[in-house]
């Protein structure tokens, strides 16, 4: 039998095959967020939003999704994920989901546009609530007090 040895090239093109499926899978994998300089950024593969904390009308704790229509995105498992449009008002939504099974944050910014978050760990979730609910109630009081 003839020992055949493989061409490097084929051998460097799976390696970074391999790394580059990782990473994708890395990012994808959960909800990247993160709130700093008065914005909330949300990070999930190609999704991303950039939301000012100014501009977050309201927020609140849903058990489910409200039917959508998927424009891009993907679902898998309890995973949902993408652009949506509104079945209703016929707006983008944007669903940034890890677990479908648990709570979720229905973020309403720029006075029509929603989103929706949640991470992977329940008390994330809720710790990310508690953040924007405190913020959005500090702006609400200090506009009355103006």
């Known amino acids: 039998m ?9 051998n ?9 499926c990782v990473l994708v899978f890395v990012e994808h994998y959960k909800n990247w967020h993160k709130i700093e ?3 909330l950024r949300i990070f999930s593969g190609i999704y ?3 939301v000012p904390l100014a ?3 309201s927020i609140l704790l849903v058990d489910k999704l409200p039917e959508m ?7 898998w498992m309890t995973t949902e994920k993408g652009v949506f449009k509104d079945s209703i008002t016929q707006t983008k939504v944007y669903v940034f989901v890890d677990d479908l099974r648990q709570q ?17 760990d329940s008390l994330q979730t809720q710790e990310l609530y508690s953040i924007l609910q ?11 007090n103006e």
């Open 134 to 144: 405190t913020d959005l109630q500090n702006r609400s009081t200090s506009k009355g």
């Open 48 to 50: 991303f939003q950039k």
């Open 69 to 75: 229509e998927r424009s891009s995105g993907f679902s």
């Open 2 to 10: 003839g020992n055949k040895k493989r061409h490097w090239l084929l």
């Open 37 to 39: 300089e008065g914005n």
């Open 104 to 120: 979720k944050i229905k973020v309403v910014h720029h006075d029509s546009l929603k989103m929706y978050i949640n991470l992977k």
């Open 55 to 57: 501009e977050i009308d």
């Open 12 to 20: 460097v093109l799976i390696i970074i095959t391999v790394v580059f």
